[in-house]
C-alpha cells in the first residue's frame, strides 16, 4: 500500500506527515525535484533575502524525523511520467524519475506547487534578471543584490513588494512597475493598494503604475535597464521578476485529471479521479467565501490545511476543507494579515488610521463579512479570522465604532 | 548546542539539542514535537506555538513584545503570565536547558 507523494515541499511534507498521524503505516515515498532538504519558502523574499536567515533555519524538518516516521525522501528527482494501472487496484499505478527509477504506488497525491511566470519580452534571459520562487532562485537574487546599484522590480503583487522592501532596506535604488493601475490589485481594496503604494513611496522606493515593460536591455550580455511601454528607460543592474506563478498541471494532464487554471479538486482535496488527491499550490478548490466558485490559494496555510484534508481522505477518514483563508506580508516594518477572500465585496469599513501605519479594513458582501486585510494590527485581524472561522457575525456598523471588537 | 526540554500536558518530557540562532518554535517543529504547530512558519500570525516558559528561566527569556502581547491576548484560550509565542524566542547557549511547557490546546 505505498502512498507516492509527488513534490516535497510545504504541501507534500504536511501530507506525509499527516498520514502518519491517521496511524497509516505502509511505506510512503515523499519525491522532490529539488536537491535540498525540503524548506519553507514565505522567508526567501523576507528573512532569507536580507540576510537574516539561513538556509538551514529554514529546513521544515530535521533529517531524523523523516527516518523516525518512515518517510523516504527521494531529492534531487522529478517525476517525469505517471500512469495507473488499467488492472488491479483502484488508484496503483507507476512512476517513473528523471533519475531513472520506477516507483510503484497504491496510492497518488500530487503536491508539485507552481512555477513563477517568466516575462516574455526581449532580453529577459540577460543575466541580471532574476525570479524568486525556490532557494536557488533567492541565494541568486541576494548575491546579486549584495552587488547592484539600481533595482526595478517588476510586478506589484506579495513578492514583487517584498523583494523590493529588501533592496531598499539595503540602500539600493528601487522602482517597482506595475502593469495594473494599482498594487496587489487581486487581493485588497484600493484603498489597501494605495496605502501600499504611499508607504513605498515614502521610503524612497519608486511605484510606477499602469506601466508595462516592453524590454530589457542589456550590455555585454548584463542586464542595464527596462524599457517600458510608453519609452521611458530605467536603468537598472537587477530586475527582480515577481509577475504571478502558474500550476504545475503536466502530471495531472498525463493522467487525464480535470484542469482549469490548476488541478480540480473538491473539498475533500479529491481530483476528478478520487482515488488520486492533490494539495497546495497546484490545486484550485471550492469554497464558501468565494461565492461559489473555484478559487486558488496561492498560501502556505492553504497548502498545509489542504495537505491535511489529503491525508485524512487517503487515510480513509474524510473531513472537508473548513479552513479560512488567511496569508502574511512583511514590507518593511509593515505587517500586513489578511484572512478570508476578498472579492466580491460591496461594502468596506476601515478601523484605524492609515496615515499611522496601523488600520484594518473589513469586506463586506450584502452585510456578511468576507474578508480582513490588517497593516501593523494583529489583534483586529486575529479576531476577525475568528469571527469567520466561528460563523460569528460582525455587523458592518458596529465594527466601525473604533472600540469593538 | 543548547538543549531545550518540551514538556508535554502528562508530564512527559523531551529533550533536542537546539542550535543557537533557531527558534523554539523551529526546533520542535523540525523535530515534530507534538503540541507545537507553528502555522505560519515564525510570523507571528497564528499563535499555534504557544507555550508556558518554566518559572525558573521566565526571566532570561523576558516578557513579550506589543504585537505579540496582543496576539496572545487574543488567540491563546488560557493565557497566563510566562505565555509566550515560541517562535519569538530565540536559542542562545545562556538558555541551555530551557524549559517550555506545551499548552493543552492551540488555536
Ligand atoms: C518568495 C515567496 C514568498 C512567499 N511568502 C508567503 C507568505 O508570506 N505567506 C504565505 O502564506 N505564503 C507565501 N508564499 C507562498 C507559499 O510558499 C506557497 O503557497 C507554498 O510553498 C505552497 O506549497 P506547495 O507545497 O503547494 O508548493 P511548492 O512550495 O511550490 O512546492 C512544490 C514542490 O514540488 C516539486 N515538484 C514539482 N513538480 C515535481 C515533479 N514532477 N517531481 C518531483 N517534484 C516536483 C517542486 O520542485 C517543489 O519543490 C511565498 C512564496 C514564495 C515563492
Ligand atoms: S509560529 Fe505562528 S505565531 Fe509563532
Redesign the pocket.
Known amino acids: 500500500m505505498t502512498a507516492l507523494i509527488?513534490?516535497?515541499?510545504?504541501?507534500?511534507v504536511q501530507l506525509a506527515t499527516s498520514l502518519r498521524d491517521h496511524g497509516y503505516t505502509a511505506p510512503i515515498v515523499l519525491?522532490?525535484?529539488?536537491a535540498h532538504a525540503p524548506y519553507q519558502?514565505?522567508p526567501?523574499?523576507?528573512q532569507f533575502l536580507s540576510g537574516a536567515a539561513d538556509l538551514a533555519s529554514l529546513e521544515l524538518r530535521t533529517a531524523g524525523f523523516y527516518a523516525e516516521r518512515g518517510i523516504d525522501v527521494i531529492r534531487g528527482?522529478?517525476?517525469?511520467h505517471v500512469a495507473l494501472s488499467g488492472s488491479g487496484r483502484r488508484g496503483a499505478g507507476i512512476a517513473l524519475t528523471d533519475g531513472g527509477r520506477a516507483i510503484s504506488f497504491d496510492r497518488l497525491a500530487l503536491?508539485?506547487?507552481?512555477r513563477p511566470r517568466r516575462l516574455d519580452v526581449p532580453g529577459a534571459d540577460l543575466e541580471g534578471v532574476c525570479y524568486?520562487?525556490?532557494i536557488d532562485d533567492?541565494a541568486r537574487l541576494r548575491a546579486h543584490l549584495t552587488r547592484a546599484q539600481e533595482v526595478v522590480v517588476v510586478g506589484g503583487g506579495?513578492?514583487g513588494l517584498?523583494a523590493a522592501a529588501v533592496a531598499r532596506a539595503a540602500g539600493r535604488t528601487v522602482t517597482v512597475v506595475e502593469a495594473a493601475g494599482r498594487l496587489i490589485p487581486r487581493s485588497v481594496a484600493p484603498m489597501v493598494s494605495e496605502f501600499f503604494r504611499q508607504a513605498h513611496t515614502r521610503r524612497g522606493t519608486g511605484v510606477r503604475l499602469g506601466s508595462g515593460v516592453a524590454a530589457i536591455q542589456g550590455w555585454q550580455g548584463r542586464v542595464s535597464g527596462v524599457r517600458l511601454l510608453d519609452g521611458t528607460l530605467l536603468t537598472a543592474d537587477l530586475v527582480v521578476v515577481g509577475v504571478g506563478v502558474v500550476p504545475?498541471t503536466e502530471?495531472a494532464e498525463q493522467l487525464g485529471l480535470a484542469c482549469d487554471g490548476g488541478i480540480v479538486v473538491d473539498e475533500y482535496a479529491r481530483t476528478s479521479e478520487p482515488s488520486i488527491v492533490a494539495?497546495?499550490?497546484?490545486t484550485v478548490l471550492p469554497h464558501p467565501l468565494a461565492g461559489g466558485g473555484r478559487v486558488r490559494l496561492?498560501?502556505?496555510?492553504?497548502?498545509i490545511a489542504q495537505a491535511r484534508v489529503a491525508a485524512a481522505t487517503l487515510a480513509g477518514d474524510p473531513r472537508p476543507y473548513t479552513e479560512v483563508p488567511w496569508?502574511?506580508?512583511d514590507q518593511y516594518d509593515l505587517k500586513l494579515q489578511i484572512a478570508g477572500v476578498a472579492h466580491g465585496y460591496d461594502q468596506i469599513v476601515v478601523r484605524g488610521d492609515p496615515g499611522a501605519e496601523r488600520f484594518s479594513v473589513l469586506y463586506y458582501r450584502r452585510g456578511q463579512l468576507q474578508a480582513i486585510t490588517a497593516v501593523n494590527w494583529p489583534a483586529d485581524y486575529l479576531a476577525v479570522r475568528r469571527a469567520l472561522a466561528g460563523g460569528t457575525p460582525l455587523a458592518p456598523d458596529r465594527a466601525a465604532a473604533s472600540d469593538t471588537p | 548546542m543548547p538543549k531545550v526540554i518540551f514538556v508535554a500536558l502528562d508530564g512527559s518530557r523531551r529533550t533536542i539539542d537546539g542550535a543557537a540562532g533557531d527558534s523554539v518554535m523551529a526546533t520542535a517543529v523540525r523535530n515534530g514535537v507534538p503540541g507545537i504547530v507553528g502555522e505560519c512558519g515564525g510570523?507571528r500570525s497564528c499563535a499555534t506555538c504557544h507555550v508556558y516558559v518554566d518559572d525558573g528561566f521566565a526571566a532570561r527569556v523576558g516578557p513579550p513584545d506589543d504585537l505579540e502581547d496582543d496576539m496572545l491576548d487574543l488567540a491563546v484560550s488560557d493565557r497566563r503570565d510566562t505565555s509566550r509565542l515560541s517562535c519569538q524566542i530565540k536559542l542562545t547557549d545562556d538558555l541551555d536547558g530551557l524549559t517550555v511547557h506545551i499548552p493543552d490546546e492551540q488555536p
Open positions: 509527488v513534490g516535497a515541499s510545504q504541501a507534500g519525491v522532490g525535484a529539488e519558502r514565505p526567501l523574499s523576507k528527482e522529478r517525476v517525469t503536491t508539485v506547487g507552481a524568486l520562487r525556490d533567492a506579495f513578492i517584498e504545475r502530471l494539495a497546495g499550490d497546484c496561492e498560501s502556505m496555510p492553504n497548502a496569508f502574511w506580508s | 510570523n
